[in-house]
């Protein structure tokens, strides 16, 4: 084991400089330390009919598999679950890792968020910040104030830029 290797939740002290640094960028971003996403990656349609059922996404159209990853500001991953099924959901992925509930203790514990995308379940789960696209509701009401928006739809290409550099290394 190498310790640089590591995917783990961050420190205390950790916490501390990420909410300090991100609040110092996105001053409307109070206590927020990490932004989530998921991540498909295409691969080969699978010969028996039961696995391909469970890699294929109806919404795209093709096989993947399934991969969530919680990034901080230093560029680490801190939470991850891969290799999933690409019928899955990121909110799905996030449930069954238990990813949900380290954001949530942080939550409770210390008051601190993270950054999710639209594709993440928000009712259920205390600590996230869910940026949208749109950011007007069914009826036509703000989901959030939108400086705040912004902020948060900036602060989300943080694991953007991580997905990225992944997505890079298995062309």
């Given amino acids: 084991q190498h310790p640089k290797a590591e995917i783990g939740m961050p420190s205390d002290d950790e916490l501390d400089e990420f909410t300090a640094i991100i609040e110092q960028k996105y001053p409307r971003l109070k206590k927020t330390w990490g932004a989530m996403d998921g991540l498909k990656l295409r691969i080969q349609s699978p010969s028996d009919d039961a696995k391909q059922s469970l890699f294929y996404n109806g919404w795209t159209h093709d096989h993947y598999t399934s991969n969530l990853f919680l990034f901080s500001p230093d560029g680490k991953i801190r939470a991850m679950y891969i290799n999933a099924p690409g019928c899955l959901h990121n909110s799905t992925l996030a449930h069954w890792s238990?990813?949900?509930?380290?954001?949530?203790?942080?939550?409770?514990?210390?008051?601190?968020?993270?950054?999710?995308?639209?594709?993440?379940?928000k009712e259920n789960v205390g600590g996230l910040i869910k940026s949208h696209q749109d950011n007007v509701d069914r009826v036509g009401n703000r989901k959030l104030s939108f400086g705040l928006n912004a902020q948060a739809t900036s602060l989300q290409q943080l694991s953007e830029w991580g997905m990225r550099?992944?997505?890079a290394s298995f062309p």
Wanted: aromatic share 12%.
């Fill in 98 to 121: 238990g990813i949900y509930n380290k954001i949530e203790r942080l939550f409770n514990d210390k008051g601190l968020s993270v950054v999710v995308d639209s594709a993440f379940n």
């Fill in 165 to 167: 550099g992944l997505q």
